[in-house]
């Protein structure tokens, strides 16, 4: 097996992908099915639910190596993640008004 193959395979980006996609999911719903004026409470609430898994989905590994680097990894794509759905919801509200 190649590195490449080992990586693409591994539980630790499975791990990572599964908490990215639990972001991307709840934002997107929190920006579709929100009401107009809590629409981006509700999306910073499905950041901080993402945070959440993050640190449960670390906590779950007991591997002490490294968990503030994979920690901040998950936040940092949790907030792009979070970033760019309330980008594209601001955008469409503004061209929507």
Not at 42 to 56: E, P
Not at 65 to 87: H, K, M
């Amino acid at each position: 097996m190649t590195e490449q193959t080992a990586f693409a395979r591994s539980p630790a980006l499975v791990g990572q992908v599964a908490v990215w996609s639990l972001t991307l999911v709840l934002s997107v719903l929190a920006a579709l099915l929100a009401p107009e004026g809590l629409r981006f409470a509700w999306i910073s609430l499905a950041c901080a639910i993402g945070v959440l898994a993050a640190f449960v989905r670390e906590l779950s590994v007991h591997e002490k190596d490294g968990f503030i680097v994979r920690v901040a990894i998950l936040c940092a794509g949790n907030a792009i993640i979070v970033s760019v759905v309330a980008g594209v919801a601001g955008l469409s509200e503004l061209l929507t008004y």
